[in-house]
């Protein structure tokens, strides 16, 4: 048995458990002064020391959190983190204003992944993704979904997929991985034709993806072709995601909803109807404030979302041409001034609520019985993760009761 204990926490913070949405979800639980508990990876309890000290032995590692925060890792639920090369040039273009969509006309955008993908052999396009992934885990994601959706042919979207299943074994971050053959159509095909080849991925996508996702965008998939695929990765045992609203209304909301996907991802641009629909289900609908900024698009209106029910999750949606961040506290920031979130609604909606986006239980939060993925911040005050931006505040990591990051000594 392996038995930890962190003690001497100025916060103990957690959402509430199976609070998903409404009023409800700013209530975070803030314990002061409190000390942690963990048993076989899971915690066993949370309260204050002189209460869980009669369950020290000599067996259990002791950590102190020197007066500082401690909160559940991030669940990124929503990233394309295997890709090959990047794409700065195109990025400086953007500077220039040269919009996203005018580089994907010209043969760049989502194809300029694609073709370093198919240039650079395996253990490259491994090797920048373990990299990525330290940088993830000393961001504080313990949980991370990552998309295939750079390959486009068969092979390398099968590739893609193995590479997710190998770094699954390979580095600490627990990782899902889904299914986005159909991100984009490769060059040279026809969309029909190349919907087939999709279908045709399916039963070999499923022994490695958990979802199956869709780029349902104007110039991409319509929403009718997206529910045809993903009808069609649901037979084959994938739960549905959607790409929905990013820079058009085409239906995608509806599809979402008959299809039954988990998530419905990016949401920029929603009208009243959208809102009101996505608010009756339990879709997690998947908030990307990086994708905003980056590209200079409007944010989802998550305040109106939360506040006619929607459950929100936040997600780095890290990818080289629309989101190049890994820094969930920083999207928190974005949430909170962009997006008129509060910063508890933030918390709740980048741990729990993206656990949902996963369809992970007992993760997402700081309570008995939970998986013991958890950050130690470096500041005493929660608050301070949003308030002073662009920071890393994380200074340990600990990931299903073991410290697999330590950033910052204690204070
Ligand atoms: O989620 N929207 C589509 N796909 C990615 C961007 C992909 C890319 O530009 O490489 C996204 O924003
Ligand atoms: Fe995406």
Not at 121 to 142: F, S, W, Y
Request: glycine share 8%.
């Amino acid at each position: 048995m392996t038995s930890l204990l962190i003690k001497n926490a100025s916060q103990v913070v957690s959402p509430q458990a199976q609070v998903f949405r409404g009023k409800e979800l700013g209530n975070l639980i803030v314990e002061r002064d409190a000390s942690i508990h963990i048993e076989n990876g899971s915690i066993r309890a949370v309260g204050p020391f002189p209460e869980l000290e009669t369950a020290i032995t000599n067996e259990t590692t002791i950590i102190d959190a020197g007066g500082r925060v401690v909160m559940p890792g991030f669940v990124d639920s929503h990233s394309h983190l295997v890709f090959g090369g990047n794409r700065a040039n195109e990025f400086a273009e953007r500077c220039r204003g040269v919009s996203y969509e005018e580089i994907a006309r010209r043969g760049g955008g989502i194809a300029s992944t694609v073709k370093a993908i198919h240039q650079s052999p395996k253990e490259a396009i491994k090797k920048q993704a373990h990299l990525n992934l330290r940088r993830a885990l000393n961001q504080g994601i313990t949980t991370m979904e990552i998309k295939s959706g750079y390959g486009l042919s068969k092979e390398t979207e099968i590739k893609l997929l193995e590479i997710i299943t190998e770094l699954k074994e390979e580095q600490p971050i627990e990782l899902t991985a889904t299914f986005l053959g159909a991100h984009a159509v490769p060059k040279g095909k026809n969309k029909t034709e190349y919907i087939s080849e999709v279908l045709e991925m399916m039963p070999d996508a499923s022994k490695y993806a958990q979802f199956c996702d869709v780029f349902c965008e104007e110039g991409y998939f319509s929403a009718e072709e997206s529910k045809m695929i993903l009808e069609a990765g649901k037979k084959a045992g994938m739960l549905p995601k959607m790409h929905v609203n990013q820079f058009h209304e085409i239906g995608g909301i509806q599809a979402a909803i008959e299809v039954g996907a988990v998530s419905a991802d990016h949401l920029e641009v929603m009208n009243e109807q959208g809102i009101d629909l996505l608010a009756q289900t339990d879709i997690a609908c998947t908030f990307l404030p990086g994708v905003s900024f980056f590209l200079n698009i409007p944010y989802a209106p998550a305040r109106k979302m939360i506040d006619a029910g929607c459950i929100p999750a936040l997600a780095t949606d890290f990818n080289p041409g629309s989101s190049m961040t890994l820094s969930m506290q920083l999207l928190i920031s974005m949430a909170c001034t962009q997006m008129q979130v509060s910063v508890e609604e933030a918390i709740c909606a980048s741990t729990q609520n993206g656990a949902l986006a996963l369809q992970k239980s007992r993760v997402g939060c700081l309570l008995p019985g939970w998986q013991a993925d958890l950050l130690i911040l470096d500041t005493d005050n929660y608050r301070n993760m949003a308030y002073f931006f662009g920071e890393n505040h994380i200074a340990a990591v600990i990931k299903k009761g073991k410290l697999v990051a330590q950033l910052k000594e204690s204070a």
